[in-house]
């Protein structure tokens, strides 16, 4: 293994599903729904497959059939609008439009910015290609219910002159909060001010609860030209095994993304483009109820954590709840992640593995509500059992 690669191991997903699996606990550590998505558009990807479309090599950049729904959708929901020919490219899930962009875009030894406790995938790409990641550390805050907020004057001290690009994450994985207007338009005028690109993963930006909304970062002024955006079909549609993602963007911007995806998978997924196009067309009322039964999810997982004696942060987003397991008398989330499923048959995720800073992310254990109603009254009896 490389020496770019050897702090990374094995992902903290691969390794807590197995121990679920070994110990028989109920995994509200990686974050999958247990429930798949819509029977209308698991048809559409048999009658593909059925008809042929998909079964050999899908162009480069993606069927136009998924190309065209991806501008579609951008623009429905966001007044956003892009040429599905030039600024739009189909990547293997959002995981692989995170590699694509950050190896075409940062050159060995740029900076990139990027919002810590920060999805896994982040640090390891930055790393392969040749970068340097800066973490800017989302910190609890008390206001309007515990949540995470990112502190401006700690982003824009930062920047330096070697900063090549932002990372940027909204809904945020793994602390459940939604980036608002204003920090949206100081990430903006920061980006504009000191002309940086900006990556944008954006694949939860159907799961947002309460009063909080998504807002794209391409949208603000000064930022269609700069940013990448990243959306995904598993988090959307509940399809996560079949690794359908997108990038929108500036043409200059997907043509270098495509120069680095043509080398990694080339194309992926066939049929199951054709599928994710018709669901892209859904009616509104499909990621309505989306929304709302996962965020009865989430209301059910949060009173049952802190009944269990979590302290609970507010998520608005995503559909992860982290918690301070401090309140339990606890302070190292590793150990107690790795304990939990012989003390209460649950597994769970230490937020440490998101941060470079690790005694800063150490009390934080991460618990995902994807799951069927049943199986999270079950696991939250068992926490209360365990702790309460
Ligand atoms: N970004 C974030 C923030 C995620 O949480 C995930 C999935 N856990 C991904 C990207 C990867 O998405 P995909 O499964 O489409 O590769
Ligand atoms: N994105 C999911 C999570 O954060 C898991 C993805 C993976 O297993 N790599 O839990």
Same mark, same amino acid.
């Given at each position: ?106 050159e060995p030894g740029d ?19 040749g970068g340097t ?29 070697r900063?090549?690009?932002? &990372? ?8 459940? %909060? $939604?980036? !608002?207007?204003?920090?949206? *338009?100081? /990430?903006?005028? =920061? ?113 049952? &954590? ?8 507010? %998520? $608005?987003? !995503?559909?992860?709840?982290? *918690?301070? /397991?401090?309140? =339990? ?60």
């Amino acid at each position: 293994l490389n020496r770019r690669l050897t702090e990374f191991g094995t992902t903290i997903f691969a390794e807590m599903s197995a121990l679920a699996l070994r110990t028989g606990s109920i995994n509200l550590g990686q974050g999958f729904p247990d429930t798949d998505g819509p029977e209308e558009v698991r048809e559409a990807a048999v009658r593909a497959l059925r008809e042929g479309r998909g079964n050999q090599y899908p162009p480069g950049s993606g069927v136009p059939e998924l190309r065209i729904a991806v501008a579609a959708h951008q623009r429905r929901r966001y007044g956003l609008s892009y040429d599905p020919d030039t600024e739009v490219l189909v990547t293997a899930g959002a995981t692989e439009a995170i590699a694509a962009a950050l190896l075409a875009l940062v050159e060995p030894g740029d900076e990139v910015v990027a919002l810590e406790p920060y999805y896994d995938s982040y640090a390891a790409c930055v790393a392969m290609a040749g970068g340097t990641r800066v973490p800017v550390t989302l910190r609890p805050h008390l206001d309007g219910g515990a949540a995470f907020r990112l502190d401006l004057d700690e982003l824009r001290a930062a920047v330096t002159d070697r900063t090549r690009l932002l &990372l940027i994450n909204t809904p945020h994985n793994p602390t459940g %909060t $939604v980036l !608002t207007r204003a920090e949206l *338009t100081a /990430i903006a005028e =920061l980006a504009v001010e000191r002309d940086l690109l900006v990556v944008t993963d954006e694949v939860y930006e159907h799961l947002v609860f309460d009063d909080a909304e998504h807002l794209p970062l391409a949208a603000f002024p000064g930022m269609r030209e700069r940013t990448v955006t990243i959306g995904s079909a598993g988090k959307t549609f509940s399809f996560t095994g079949w690794k359908v993602g997108w990038v929108t963007g500036a043409p200059d911007l997907v043509a270098a993304v495509r120069s680095a995806k043509q080398y990694l998978t080339y194309v992926a997924s066939g049929p199951f483009q054709y599928a994710v196009a018709e669901a892209l067309a859904l009616p509104d009322s499909y990621f309505e109820a989306f929304r709302a039964n996962m965020m009865a999810k989430r209301d059910l997982l949060a009173t049952g &954590l802190a009944d269990a004696g979590f302290e609970v942060f507010r %998520t $608005v987003g !995503t559909y992860f709840i982290t *918690t301070d /397991i401090r309140s =339990l008398g606890e302070s190292d989330g590793f150990a107690f992640c790795r304990a939990l499923p012989e003390r209460a048959g649950v597994v769970a995720i230490p937020n440490a593995v998101f941060y470079d800073h690790r005694e800063e992310g150490a009390p934080f254990v991460r618990f995902a509500f994807c799951k069927r109603t049943e199986v999270l009254t079950d696991a939250t009896e068992r926490l209360r059992k365990a702790f309460a």
